[in-house]
């Protein structure tokens, strides 16, 4: 044994393990490997390779290399960087890298061939099967190959003539046919797409912000990207990153008819099995072109030339628990990495790429109207004080006469609320107790569907009581605040002859029921759509021509940084679903501040005014993108000991210039699952390196058993 081996395991340690390699083992980085640990055998990979005997102890040895695909050194690269980055330990990320790895693989599959026996009873059926046996292919295949029944086959297999034997399945993806034609572009794509394929044509990493209003025709663009990257060298890689699962469904389906092949699908809703293929096909480089959500970011790509990052703005992005990262910011420092181009692309730019874009760090390419015929629709302020909905109601009368009179043109309406279930809080009119989770600072939501109480934040749920658990009182538990079940109610009972439907997490389950949805609404076959923001982005529905805003207000409640620039994202986004073709749309934001600047640029439909007024107030107090972020957030089962390692914590901070510690303080949610929860914020100026700042102040510091440690590099929540 003269080498060690330097094993990164998946587990929260801060660094890798060393062991020896076992001689004619020959490991090489990248590969995975089965380590010991304890009385366990654990998957890690190797990372790094040196020569000597391990010192005064003698080393374990690595117990076998797997027979797996080795990690390409990009995405090992990626990893400890995103380590680092985050002030985390590197088998957070490592674990997301070998989710794939860990799925079971598929299930060998029958294969019937030929075995040399001639059969002693030739019919024409049977010759053509045999004729049709010269390539391996599973009974059914083979069948439908030769065009008999697949009784024909059981006959030549039971004679002898074909013989079955189990295989396994090969991870592969057909290749994109790069022949085929794109969709015909105008003037503004055709030459944002010219910019991006020069770009490519460079090499190297280079990043761009795609930059169109909604129905502009971006995906269109980005995929002749696409088609260019993969041009460019017959194993190039593109991942296309969306932030929604329901949206990675709609841009599948374009992908595919773009290319004539099923691009890779990567998200929670995706089978083991079809994963580990996925992850496979990916290390092999047998897939090409992946379409999934943040944790695709970590696949093993061994040429990836193209990240694409559509809705860059969207906050789905951002990873919140576990490991905390933000899915954007990591595909730029991935492109940088793989020496790819990356192109973030939206309709509502994130202030952070805007100014990204102003200062030239990214290619800024503007699409600056809608495709084809289409134009942008008109908007128009509901003001809630002056038109209030009828007592009991949600929809004000404005907008019920506008819905009139788009049902009667046979078109579709979009009701937009981003608050699932049927109430938002549950009272009770005797004693005035508040509904809330158990062990959380966290209201209880009603779901009318399923007659529960539901905690949005932990997932508790419990039946809704007949009496009210504090005092008793019976029948006295009251539902305040709409939903949108409860949105849902109010537009059946207004129009009994409509065919409504909602669109939220609690009502489609999983990515197949996502699509069936969207392809039902595009069809038409739904009148009146009431949707939370998961059907906000990126859907097309040619005859939608009103969206309604519920409560356009919702989003500015609270201290967040980001609210308004979120509010008018959202908005801008949901609104933007209307008028797509050639029939015009028009929007109503229900409102109690009409005179607010992000209804008022909604309203005028001046972006400009409004991100030049926000980026102003950000520099003035140097918060992002002209400051740097981070939050601290301590927790524990016992007050007394949180608080006094909190305080500790407080006067271990380092001094820094241009570093501002604010806290501790109380977390708005200050009770999670029956932990207590603190919370710093850190603000740092441009030219700060904040990581290793949260590492030096991390590493002052020795935590109680009981009390976790959450560090937030450029957080979006502040609860």
């Not at 002030?87 to 997301?96: E, K, R, S, T």
């Not at 049977?126 to 009784?151: F, H, N, Q, W, Y």
């Not at 004080?385 to 788009?406: C, D, H, I, K, N």
């Not at 009431?530 to 207000?553: M, R, S």
């Amino acid at each position: 044994m003269s080498r060690i081996a330097s094993v990164l395991l998946p587990m929260p340690l801060p660094e890798a393990f060393d062991y020896a390699e076992p001689d004619g083992m020959e490991l090489a980085v990248g590969d995975q490997v089965a380590a010991p640990l304890g009385p366990r055998l654990l998957r890690g990979v190797v990372v790094g390779l040196r020569e000597g005997a391990g010192g005064n102890r003698p080393l374990k040895p690595v117990a076998e290399r797997l027979d797996e695909p080795p990690l390409p050194p990009g995405t090992i690269a990626f990893v400890e960087w995103a380590a680092r980055y985050a002030v985390d330990a590197p088998g957070g990320p490592l674990a997301i890298a070998l989710r794939g790895a860990r799925c079971p693989k598929p299930r060998p599959v029958k294969v019937v061939e030929l075995t040399g026996t001639r059969t002693a009873k030739t019919t024409p059926a049977r010759l053509k099967v045999i004729e049709a046996a010269r390539t391996p292919m599973s009974p059914a295949d083979l069948a439908r190959a030769a065009g008999v029944s697949s009784g024909v086959v059981k006959g030549l297999v039971e004679e002898g003539v074909l013989a079955v034997r189990l295989v396994e399945q090969v991870a592969r993806f057909d290749e994109p046919d790069l022949s085929r034609r794109g969709s015909e572009l105008n003037p503004s794509q055709a030459a944002a797409a010219e910019a991006l394929k020069a770009m490519l044509s460079e090499g190297g990493y280079k990043a761009a912000l795609l930059d169109g209003v909604t129905g502009s025709g971006k995906t269109e663009v980005y995929l002749e990207a696409a088609a260019a990257a993969l041009a460019s060298d017959p194993a190039a890689q593109v991942l296309i990153l969306l932030p929604e699962i329901a949206l990675t469904q709609a841009v599948i389906g374009r992908v595919a008819a773009r290319f004539g092949a099923q691009p890779g699908e990567w998200h929670s809703d995706v089978a083991p099995p079809a994963r580990r293929r996925v992850w496979e096909a990916v290390a092999n480089g047998r897939c090409r072109i992946v379409v999934g959500a943040r944790s695709a970011l970590f696949l093993p790509f061994p040429n990836l030339r193209l990240i694409v990052v559509d809705e860059e703005h969207d906050s789905s992005f951002k990873q919140e628990e576990g490991f905390i990262y933000h899915a954007r910011d990591l595909a730029v420092v991935r492109g940088k990495i793989e020496d790819a181009a990356v192109v973030l692309a939206s309709a509502t730019p994130s202030l952070e790429s805007l100014r990204n874009a102003e200062t030239g760090r990214y290619r800024w390419l503007r699409l600056s109207a809608r495709h084809g015929t289409a134009r942008l629709p008109d908007i128009e302020l509901v003001d809630l004080r002056q038109t209030p909905p009828e007592p009991g109601r949600w929809l004000s009368p404005p907008l019920v006469a506008a819905m009139r009179e788009t049902h009667a043109r046979g078109e579709q309406i979009l009701l937009f609320l981003n608050r699932r279930g049927y109430a938002p809080l549950v009272l009770c009119r005797a004693c005035g107790e508040r509904m809330t989770a158990p062990d959380t600072d966290s209201w209880l939501v009603e779901h009318r569907y399923s007659g529960r109480l539901v905690c949005h934040l932990t997932g508790f749920s419990m039946p809704k009581p007949q009496a009210c658990p504090h005092c008793g009182a019976k029948d006295s538990l009251v539902s305040i605040g709409p939903g949108v079940e409860r949105v849902e109610e109010e537009a059946r009972a207004l129009f009994p002859e409509a065919r409504v439907a909602v669109f939220s997490s609690d009502t489609v389950f999983d990515a197949r029921e996502a699509r069936r949805l969207v392809e039902s609404m595009a069809a038409g076959e739904i009148d009146i759509l009431v949707a939370t923001q998961a059907a906000a982005k990126g859907h097309n529905f040619p005859k939608l021509t009103l969206v309604g805003v519920v409560d356009a207000d919702l989003g500015l409640r609270g201290g967040d940084l980001r609210a308004a620039e979120r509010t008018y994202q959202l908005l801008a986004q949901a609104t933007g679903r209307a008028g797509r073709r050639d029939r015009p749309g028009k929007a109503l934001l229900q409102t109690y501040a009409p005179d607010h600047a992000v209804m008022q640029a909604l309203a005028a439909q001046d972006r400009d005014a409004f991100v030049a007024a926000e980026m102003e107030e950000r520099a003035f107090a140097k918060l992002p993108p002209f400051g740097r972020l981070a939050a601290v957030i301590a927790s524990g089962t016992d007050p007394g000991q949180l608080d006094a390692f909190v305080r500790a914590m407080a006067e271990a901070a380092p001094n820094a210039e241009g570093v501002e510690v604010y806290g501790p303080a109380d977390a708005p949610l200050g009770l999670v699952r029956g932990r207590r929860r603190k919370r710093f914020l850190v603000r740092a100026d441009r030219n700060v390196d904040l990581s290793a700042y949260m590492a030096t102040w991390r590493a002052r510091v020795r935590p109680p058993a009981s009390v976790r440690v959450a560090i937030d590099i450029d957080p979006y929540s502040f609860l």
